[in-house]
């Protein structure tokens, strides 16, 4: 069973639908992130939570909404969707550090298309 | 504002062949940079770097980061099939909150 674990893998909705992305993990990490990602942008972060009374809002935070219900699950929320959120959008986790910050572990990506 | 600049941003060798993939960062606070691949799915964790001048390195894969120049380089040595993906920049800028991504370098290697 993968560590990160996302669900839908792939969903196609309409304008104006409230979207849930859900995410949740096996590693025992404290630290959950959602980022989206576009052809030629890279990975864009949009919410993370160091703990589960932890949000924080990221780059792109507009028309999203996040829900730390665990520690082990973290869940994205579109509340009303629009065809420019149109994208891959990745869970991803990482231990909790001191000094440095640790590499992520990935979920295998959601793809949503908003039409 | 914090930026990561890989390049270049497609490309197309043949097996055998050596490639470097180029990642300039502008950020405030520097702590590290990490490299990943990402094939069809989730990107995986490549490289850790901190220190400037230290090569890193795993099988015919290895990265140095310059912290002067403020770039890294990745290299592949003799290319397979297997190493087409996209490869991922990423710079933590500040104590920890969150890291800056480029926008990935494609690289497709044909037999």
């Known amino acids: 069973d993968a560590d990160v674990t996302q669900t839908p893998r792939n969903r196609i909705t309409k304008t104006g639908k409230r979207i849930m992305l859900e995410c949740s993990q096996t590693?025992?990490?404290?630290?959950m992130y959602w980022y989206r990602q576009d052809p030629g942008l890279g990975l864009q972060l949009i919410y993370y939570?160091?703990?589960?009374?932890?949000?924080n809002k990221g780059e792109i935070s507009d028309g999203y909404s996040v829900s730390r219900q665990a520690q082990a699950k973290f869940s994205l929320s579109l509340e009303s969707a629009i065809p420019n959120q149109t994208a891959l959008y990745f869970c991803?986790?990482?231990?909790?550090?001191?000094?440095?910050?640790?590499?992520?572990?990935f979920g295998d990506g959601t793809r949503l298309s908003i039409l | 504002e914090d930026k990561v600049v890989q390049s270049p941003l497609s490309l197309v060798v043949h097996e055998g062949d050596t490639v470097t993939l180029n990642c300039s960062y502008e950020?405030?606070?520097?702590?590290?940079l990490l490299w990943y691949k990402q094939e069809k799915k989730a990107p995986t964790f490549l490289f850790m770097l901190?220190?400037?001048?230290i090569e890193k390195k795993s099988g015919r894969l290895s990265s140095i980061l310059d912290k002067k120049e403020l770039f890294s380089i990745l290299n592949i040595t003799a290319t397979q099939t297997g190493d087409s993906a996209v490869y991922l920049c990423?710079?933590?800028?500040?104590?920890?909150?969150?890291?800056?991504f480029g926008p990935g370098t494609r690289l497709s290697v044909l037999p």
């Open positions: 939570s160091f703990d589960v009374k932890d949000i």
């Open positions: 901190t220190s400037s001048g």
């Open positions: 990423a710079v933590d800028p500040n104590y920890g909150q969150n890291f800056v």
């Open positions: 991803a986790t990482s231990d909790r550090t001191v000094i440095l910050n640790q590499p992520q572990h």
């Open positions: 590693k025992g990490h404290d630290r």
């Open positions: 950020v405030t606070n520097f702590r590290s």
